[in-house]
């Protein structure tokens, strides 16, 4: 696909392409430093982290080994009711390793807080989380994330792994969408 030309339901590019790389970058410098010496699992949550994961793992300094976890939180009608699927679960069995988490955004925390629940209770050595987008404003769930690249505005985003109804995804920059091609629906 040709990214040279917007999107016609693209509003505007919030995330430019370079400043994402360097801030996968300099999370995966920090995730690097922190864990120097030892070996470090990332969880990536499909399919929205498929791409940040992929970026972050050829950045990282540090011995690493790579699953995936397939989640459902949004119903047909885009709003999260808080209520969270397991599609597939991990190959990997984490008890005493060191994991992270790594998820393309953070909305109502839901997602990320049942995940937190559920691997906790798998007894990891340690479990941190590494998201590259924050929507402050719509969080309904305290959380910690430990590696956070962009808090962003309540806007809906698509690119670098993102979607909008499963187009937009190969997007190299985070973009938000011109709302009345979401408010239809
Ligand atoms: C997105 C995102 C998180 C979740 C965050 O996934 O990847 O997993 O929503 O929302 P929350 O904080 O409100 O729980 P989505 O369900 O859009 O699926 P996808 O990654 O497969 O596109």
């Known amino acids: 696909m040709n990214h040279e030309t917007v999107p016609a339901d693209v509003d505007e590019i919030l995330i430019s392409q370079e400043s994402v790389r360097d801030v996968v970058r300099q999370m995966a410098a920090r995730i690097s430093q922190d864990y120097q010496g030892e070996k470090i ?3 990536g949550i ?3 982290a498929f791409i940040f994961l992929a970026d972050l793992s050829r950045y990282l300094t540090v011995e690493h080994q790579i699953d995936f976890m397939s989640l459902s939180s949004y119903g047909a009608t885009a709003t999260t009711a808080g209520e969270v699927r397991i599609i597939m679960d991990l190959r990997t069995y984490i008890r005493g ?5 790594v998820e393309d955004i953070v909305d109502t925390g839901y997602t990320l807080r049942y995940l937190q629940q559920l691997l906790e ?20 769930v ?3 994330i430990d590696y956070l690249g962009f808090e962003i505005p309540d ?10 109804a499963e187009r937009h995804r ?4 985070i973009a938000a ?4 091609v979401y408010q239809e629906d």
């Open 41 to 43: 699992l990332l969880v």
């Open 170 to 173: 190969t997007l190299p920059y």
């Open 177 to 180: 969408l011109k709302p009345e």
């Open 97 to 101: 390793k060191h994991v992270i988490v």
């Open 155 to 164: 806007r809906w985003v698509v690119g670098y792994g993102l979607d909008y």
């Open 142 to 144: 305290d959380l910690s």
């Open 46 to 48: 499909l399919k929205g």
């Open 121 to 140: 209770a798998r007894e990891p050595a340690s479990l941190r989380t590494c998201v590259l987008l924050s929507k402050p404003d719509r969080r309904q």
